[in-house]
């Protein structure tokens, strides 16, 4: 089931000029068998993170909250390579993103896993192609995930008015650091190699100022953030998260991030960059009962 660069190449030479994709994809689903899941690959992923949580001491079967990456991104990256579905990979960006956690991934477990093409929609900067993950262990759901991908093109859906964004004012700010080879770190701990995160003339030929950070990178340091700051690190607590995102960041330069009055939806959130743009946008993380 592995996909490597190669396959990547040969999808992004041969639709290079893919303007539309293929919407009898829609349905469409791959199911694996993955596992058992190791204190090796949850330790190198909390590493990547910079996730030093006590609790992984006192209770070695837990697993980063964002570690569901590792399992969705080679499923992922079949989905990209399918022939059927068109996709002009050049032209892609990950929009949006969101977790929500049941019982949590643990070490030891047997996953059954299911990616599903769940609509693919037109907006007015291109096409929505959006993505359903499910991880199962034993029949019991425990983790999913909704992956948004934006291909950019021609404008075909109905343009939205712009409102001003409404006035928040912070409740709290965590800085984050990071280090210079932090994208290289998340790139093993991952397996996501995309060469914009490891190549810096490959990005640059990408429109990019250089390599820069992996967004669900940026989005696993804000989790284990918030988690700190709102449940004193028991990421046992965290029910859903979901984020857009924006700007890119930099390796090794720092982040901030901002959290807001709570709502009845959950505590909004935001992730800055060195230049105060967000790397995550729109963010909301709601708590377990």
């Known amino acids: 089931m592995g996909v490597g660069n ?6 992004m030479i041969r639709n290079r000029k893919s303007m539309k994709l293929n919407r009898d994809m829609i349905g469409f689903s791959i199911k694996d068998t993955v596992g058992p899941v ?10 990547a993170t910079n996730d030093d949580n006590p609790l992984y001491k006192e209770d070695e079967s837990l697993t980063p909250p964002m570690f569901i990456a590792r399992l969705v ?6 989905i990209m390579v399918n022939k059927d579905l068109k996709l002009n990979i050049l032209r892609m960006v990950h929009g949006q993103q969101s977790v929500s956690w049941k019982g949590g991934l643990k070490t030891g477990d047997m996953l059954d896993v299911t990616l599903e093409i769940e609509s693919i929609t037109d907006t007015s900067a291109g096409e929505f192609l959006e993505l359903s993950f499910e991880a199962k262990v034993k029949e019991e759901l425990v983790a999913s995930a909704k992956i948004g991908l934006m291909v950019r093109g021609k404008a075909s859906g109905a343009k939205k008015k712009k409102t001003p964004p409404e006035e928040k004012i912070p409740v709290f700010t965590v800085e984050i650091p990071t280090t210079a080879d932090q994208a290289l770190r998340y790139c093993e701990a991952s397996g996501d190699h995309n060469f914009i995160h490891k190549n810096n003339f490959l990005a640059k030929l990408s429109g990019l100022p250089r390599t820069i950070l992996h967004g669900m990178c940026g989005l696993a340091m804000a989790t284990n953030g918030l988690a700190k700051e709102l449940v004193d690190g028991d990421i046992r607590k965290l029910e859903h998260i979901e984020v857009r995102f924006s700007h890119p960041s930099i390796p090794g330069e720092p982040l901030t991030l901002v959290g807001y009055e709570k709502t009845d939806d959950g505590v909004p959130f935001e992730l800055l960059n060195k230049k105060g743009k967000p790397v995550l946008k729109n963010g909301l993380i709601r708590l377990k009962n």
């Open 38 to 47: 190791t204190k090796e690959e949850a330790e190198l992923y909390a590493k």
């Open 6 to 11: 190669f396959d990547l190449f040969l999808t």
């Open 73 to 78: 991104h080679p499923m992922m990256l079949n």
